[in-house]
């Protein structure tokens, strides 16, 4: 296996618990085998697409593997399903972990592991995965809406480095409120405003409450178990996004056919830029999402003609 090389900028996804936790574990093992306090920069999809990646070496936690990061002496540590596969890049990549689990294991192979960080990373794991049949959902979800409430940056700030903090953070107890109080509110809204787009596919409209909970208990009605479930949001001043989660395995397939992709049961994709409101998403989901055309065939003089074409 490739050596590590010292990064100039360790990058990981925005707004997401297993981006931060993944993200500040590579920082803390640069700082372990460089004796250096290596940028972390965060980003959304968006952005992130349209960077240029000038550094001659990088780590790169929690986003997918891609060809511009298949480049010597960079690093990807990753979960998600990828079309590339590197020739160059150090890859560990794993869809049954985390980002967090997969960095960790980095960290632990130079003994820098302790207990606060083994159950962070399990919260992590358990919040990412969706894994709802664990002890500590519950408590997984709400370190990951905390995350998402209070984004990255300004986490970090409060944090100052002790990543272990972050495990039971005085925080924690506002999100626990806002579950409590904003989640039924939400899930009874989402349950009067849904909307099919397309066979098999939900437009669910959400306005308060833990998203991805809210989304789980509408699958979890016998109506709704077979469907891919569609939420449109805005994901900066210009630009528009879509989270897709299922139990059928679907969401990831939608999911590609409107140019994004993730987990087979929890996706996203970023619409174009063209979209400029809430009905032109919805207008362009539906087009993308209608089922092809069958072509007629052909009949046997067209196949005839076709042949004496090519003569």
């Known amino acids: 296996m490739n050596e590590l090389q010292k990064p100039q900028i360790i990058l990981t996804h ?3 618990l ?36 000038l550094e001659h070496v990088a780590w790169v936690s929690d986003l997918s593997m ?31 972990q985390c980002a967090a689990s997969l960095a960790y294991q980095l960290l632990q192979e130079h003994g820098l592991g302790n207990p606060q960080l083994d159950a962070l990373v399990h919260l992590t794991r358990v919040a990412d995965l969706f894994l709802e049949s664990d002890a500590d959902f519950e408590r997984a979800c709400d370190h990951a809406e905390l995350v998402k409430a209070y984004h990255f940056h300004p986490l970090m700030k ?16 506002v999100i626990q409120v806002k579950r409590r109080v904003e989640d039924p509110m939400g899930l009874e809204w989402a349950l009067r405003h849904t909307q099919p787009v397309a066979p098999g596919v939900t437009h669910v409209e959400l306005c308060l409450g833990n998203q991805n909970l809210i989304m789980n208990q509408l699958l979890k009605d016998p109506a709704m178990e077979d469907q891919v479930l569609l939420s449109i949001g805005r994901r900066a001043p210009n630009q528009y996004g879509v989270s897709l989660r299922s139990r059928n395995g679907k969401a990831g397939e939608v999911a590609g056919r409107l140019m994004g992709g993730g987990h087979p049961n929890a996706a996203g994709a970023t619409l174009p830029k063209s979209v400029k409101s809430f009905q032109a998403g919805m207008d362009y989901i539906t ?23 090519e003569l």
């Open 14 to 16: 925005e707004s997401d």
């Open 18 to 53: 297993d981006g931060l936790v993944s993200g500040c574990l590579l920082k803390r093992l640069a700082l372990h085998l460089f004796g250096e306090d290596v940028p972390l920069a965060a980003y959304h999809l968006a952005p992130w697409q349209s960077r240029q990646m």
């Open 66 to 96: 891609e060809a511009r990061l298949d480049r010597e002496g960079w690093l990807v540590v990753d979960h998600h399903p990828a079309k590339h596969q590197p020739t160059k890049a150090r890859y560990h990549f794993d869809s049954q």
């Open 158 to 173: 409060l944090l100052e480095g002790k990543l272990e903090d972050l495990l039971d953070h005085p925080l924690l107890e």
């Open 287 to 309: 087009q993308q999402l209608q089922p092809a055309l069958p072509q007629p065939p052909q009949s046997g003089l067209g196949d005839l003609e076709s042949a004496l074409g």
